[in-house]
């Protein structure tokens, strides 16, 4: 939620003041594309600063997953809207970019549940201290 509010309010934000000649007009694609990208917010500051305070563990490892988290919507969504068709109706066009979002969103997912379920089996039956 926090990254589509952010998303869509620097995307329109950069469209309205391009149609005011304050900044280069962009078409409302390419400002919405831009906010997708520039919203995802990276806290390599803050967890240095948790790692030097030795904050707890769960503490850092929440906002470090929540960091991922608001990379890979973020981008989902800039793709979504690069993809977007303007040729549709426009319900037709948010539906299918809805629908784009939730399946990208959906199957990313899914495969890094995947690999960390694989990974954390084989890390607790595979036995490494046997294996060179």
């Not at 500051?45 to 890979?72: C, K, R, W």
């Not at 690069?82 to 037709?92: K, V």
């Amino acid at each position: 939620a926090v990254v589509s509010t952010q998303s869509t309010g620097i995307g329109s934000g950069l469209f309205v003041l391009g149609m005011a000649d304050v900044v280069y007009p962009y078409t409302l694609r390419e400002s919405l594309s831009f906010g997708a990208l520039i919203s995802a917010v990276d806290p390599v500051a803050t967890l240095a600063i948790f790692q030097s305070l030795d904050v707890h563990p769960t503490l850092y490892m929440l906002v470090f997953g929540e960091s991922v988290l608001n990379d890979a919507v973020s981008i989902v969504m800039c793709d979504s809207v690069i993809n977007f068709d303007d040729s549709q109706s426009t319900a037709i066009a948010i539906i299918a970019g809805v629908g784009s979002f939730l399946l990208k969103f959906t199957v990313s997912s899914l495969i890094g549940v995947f690999f960390a379920l694989s990974l954390s089996m084989i890390l607790k039956y595979g036995h490494l201290k046997r294996v060179p």
